[in-house]
């Protein structure tokens, strides 16, 4: 199965990719997850990344389509995996396209997760991930039930309000786009993302009946 899921940051592609790709046992390749793995390694590629990271804005598409093409070429990724972030802007889905098509092998499904503006910014400014389990919280939402938990976990660098509104203006600018790209070609699912993680699962196990 080779899936990718689509949707404003803070959408919950995080939360519902650890579902999918547990479901369908396929590896869950988040981009923004290499890219601040590259940032905390002080790797060339992270050092380029970092500042673009900070803003809100994109990371290169040179620099995405190089790491993404490698990473689904690797042998875990053989039988499918779940691209979350990937492709974010139109030139990245065309690249997409093509490294598959070479592959001789094809997207079986896009999930696009749809949530309203005014919902986002609050959802991203409260969000907090535990730096042990890679686990997600948000301060209201999903409050962490340990104590120790909870003095743990850590704000994304880029979760500040005017780092998040700028992410919400370049997802309206460069991603939303590759929408009617998979609208055409026949592939693409539309999520109600707004409510609890469980029913949104629910929600997404049911759009990918039968892909
Ligand atoms: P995310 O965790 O998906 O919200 O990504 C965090 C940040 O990483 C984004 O705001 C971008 O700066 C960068 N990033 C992640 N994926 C991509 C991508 N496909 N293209 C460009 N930049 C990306």
Redesign the pocket.
């Known amino acids: 199965m080779r899936l990718i899921l689509v949707g404003p ?1 803070g959408a919950g ?2 939360t519902q990719a650890t579902a999918i790709s547990t479901g369908y046992a396929i590896p869950h390749i ?4 290499m ?2 793995a590259a940032v905390k390694g002080q790797t060339p590629l992270g050092l380029a ?1 970092d500042a ?2 900070k803003r ?6 040179d620099v ?1 389509i190089g790491m993404v093409v490698e990473r689904i070429a690797a042998a875990d990724a053989e039988r499918g995996f779940l691209l ?6 139109r030139p ?1 889905a065309e690249a997409l396209s093509t490294a598959l098509r070479d592959a001789g092998v094809k997207l079986d499904a896009v999930v696009l997760m749809e949530v309203p503006d005014e919902l986002i910014v609050e959802r991203i400014v409260g969000r907090r991930s535990d730096p042990v389990t890679g686990e997600i919280y948000h301060l209201s939402f999903r409050p962490a039930q340990d104590p120790e938990v909870a003095a743990r976990l850590v704000q994304r660098a ?1 979760d500040t309000r005017e780092a998040c509104e700028a ?1 919400l203006a ?1 997802y309206h600018a460069e991603t939303a786009p590759i929408v009617p790209y998979y609208e055409e070609l026949g592939i693409l699912r539309r999520v109600d993302g707004v409510g609890a993680p469980k029913e949104v699962e629910l929600r997404v196990a049911a759009a990918l009946r039968g892909v």
Do not use: C, E, H, I
Not at 84 to 89: A, E, I, L, Q, S
């Open positions: 940051p592609k995080g988040s981009t923004g997850d890219l601040r990344a673009a990271m809100g804005d994109l990371v290169p598409d995405v979350d972030g990937f492709p974010r802007t990245q880029d992410r370049k």
